[in-house]
C-alpha cells in the first residue's frame, strides 16, 4: 500500500473519530449529561492515543519476526515445543519496540499536543454550555487541528529519523500556535468558572508552556541542560505573563489566550531561530514585529473593565 493512500485512510479514521465524537460529545453536554459526556470524552481520547500506537508501530516495527524466530529455535527437535517458542518468540520480538523505554517516551512526546488540543475543547465546550455556535466553531477548529497534526506525524514516522526534518517542523509548529491558543483559553476559562485564584493559573501556564517548548525540543534533539534552563526561563515569564492577564484580562478570554499565545511564539520564535543558528537581525525585527502587531490589535479590541457581576473575590483585595 502506497504511502499516500495510507495517509488518506488513517486521516479519514481520525477525522470520523474525531469530528462525529466532538459532535457526539457537544449534543451530549447540552443535554445536561456531564457524567455521559465525560465517558465519551474518555472513549475518543482512548482512540487518538491508540492511533499514534498504530502509527508508530507501523513505522518502527522490525518485520520478518516469525523468520527470526524460526532460525532462533531451528535446533529444538520436538516439533509441538518448537513451535511453541517460535511463537512466543515471534510476539515478543513483535511488540519488542513498544517496550524500550526510548520509543515509549517517543511515543508520549507525540502525544502531546492532541492531548492538549483535545482536553481543551473539552473544557471550553463544558464552560461555554448550551452555547452551540461556539462549540461549533471550536468542534470544527481543534477536528482540523488534530487531523492535520496526524497526517504529519505519520509522515515523519515514514521518514524514520531521529530528528523531525524542518517542512514537517513547520507544519507542525503551526498547529501548535493553536495548540497553545487553545491550551491558554482553556485553563483560564475554567479555573475562572469556578473562581480559583491566580496562582493556579500561573502554575498550569508554566507547565504546559514548558511542555510544549521540550516537545518541540526533543522533536529535534535539542535537549540539554542549557536549553532546558531557557525552556525552564520562557515559562517562568510566560507564568508571570499569566498571573497579570487572569487578574486584569476582561471577561473574553479567548482574546486573553491570542495575547498569551503571541507572546509565547515570540519568545519561542526567536529560541528556535537562535537553535537552528539563524536568528538574524532581520529574522529577530519580522518576528517582534509580527508578535507586537498581534498583542496590539488583541489588546485594543479589549474591554479590560467587562466582568460578569465584577468578576471573582480576588478582584475585590486588589
Given at each position: 500500500m502506497r504511502l499516500s493512500t495510507q495517509?488518506?485512510?488513517?486521516?479519514?479514521?481520525?477525522?470520523?473519530?474525531v469530528i462525529f465524537g466532538f459532535e457526539a460529545m457537544i449534543y451530549i453536554l447540552n443535554l445536561n449529561q456531564p457524567a455521559i459526556y465525560l465517558q465519551v470524552a474518555f472513549w475518543v481520547y482512548l482512540y487518538l492515543m491508540f492511533e499514534v500506537v498504530l502509527l508508530y508501530d507501523l513505522h518502527i516495527r522490525r518485520p520478518g519476526s516469525i523468520e527470526r524466530a524460526k532460525i532462533k529455535h531451528a535446533a529444538v527437535v520436538n516439533n509441538t515445543l518448537r513451535w511453541g517458542?517460535?511463537?512466543?518468540?515471534?510476539?515478543?520480538?513483535?511488540?519488542?519496540?513498544?517496550?524500550?523505554?526510548?520509543?515509549?517516551?517517543?511515543?508520549?512526546?507525540?502525544?502531546?499536543?492532541?492531548?492538549?488540543?483535545?482536553?481543551?475543547?473539552?473544557?471550553?465546550?463544558?464552560?461555554?454550555?448550551?452555547?452551540?455556535?461556539?462549540?461549533?466553531?471550536?468542534?470544527?477548529?481543534?477536528?482540523?487541528?488534530?487531523?492535520v497534526y496526524y497526517w504529519f506525524i505519520k509522515e515523519a514516522f515514514h521518514r524514520g529519523k531521529d530528528v523531525v526534518d524542518t517542512d514537517i517542523f513547520?507544519?507542525?509548529?503551526?498547529?501548535?500556535?493553536?495548540?497553545?491558543?487553545?491550551?491558554?483559553?482553556?485553563?483560564?476559562?475554567?479555573?475562572?468558572?469556578?473562581?480559583?485564584?491566580?496562582?493556579?493559573?500561573?502554575?498550569?501556564?508554566?507547565?504546559?508552556?514548558?511542555?510544549?517548548?521540550?516537545?518541540?525540543l526533543y522533536q529535534h534533539k535539542f535537549v540539554n541542560g542549557k536549553n532546558m534552563l531557557i525552556a525552564l526561563s520562557i515559562s517562568l515569564i510566560m507564568a508571570i505573563i499569566?498571573?497579570?492577564?487572569?487578574?486584569?484580562?476582561?471577561?473574553?478570554?479567548?482574546?486573553?489566550s491570542v495575547f498569551m499565545a503571541a507572546c509565547y511564539n515570540l519568545m519561542w520564535?526567536?529560541?528556535?531561530?537562535?537553535?537552528?543558528?539563524?536568528?538574524?537581525?532581520?529574522?529577530?525585527?519580522?518576528?517582534?514585529?509580527?508578535?507586537?502587531?498581534?498583542?496590539?490589535?488583541?489588546?485594543s479590541v479589549t474591554n479590560f473593565k467587562a466582568r460578569i457581576l465584577d468578576g471573582c473575590q480576588y478582584y475585590f483585595s486588589l
Open positions: 495517509k488518506i485512510i488513517s486521516s479519514s479514521l481520525i477525522s470520523f473519530v517458542k517460535i511463537i512466543s518468540s515471534a510476539i515478543a520480538d513483535r511488540w519488542y519496540h513498544l517496550r524500550k523505554l526510548e520509543h515509549i517516551e517517543h511515543w508520549i512526546y507525540f502525544l502531546f499536543v492532541p492531548t492538549f488540543i483535545f482536553w481543551s475543547a473539552v473544557t471550553l465546550f463544558y464552560v461555554n454550555f448550551g452555547n452551540l455556535r461556539l462549540q461549533e466553531l471550536l468542534a470544527v477548529l481543534s477536528s482540523f487541528a488534530i487531523i513547520v507544519a507542525l509548529s503551526m498547529v501548535k500556535i493553536y495548540t497553545a491558543a487553545i491550551l491558554y483559553a482553556a485553563s483560564l476559562a475554567i479555573l475562572r468558572y469556578y473562581c480559583l485564584k491566580p496562582e493556579y493559573f500561573s502554575v498550569e501556564i508554566f507547565c504546559f508552556s514548558f511542555l510544549l517548548i521540550f516537545q518541540a499569566g498571573q497579570g492577564v487572569y487578574i486584569f484580562w476582561g471577561f473574553n478570554y479567548f482574546t486573553a520564535g526567536l529560541f528556535h531561530y537562535s537553535l537552528d543558528k539563524a536568528l538574524t537581525k532581520r529574522a529577530f525585527w519580522e518576528i517582534l514585529f509580527i508578535s507586537l502587531v498581534i498583542i496590539f490589535m488583541v489588546v
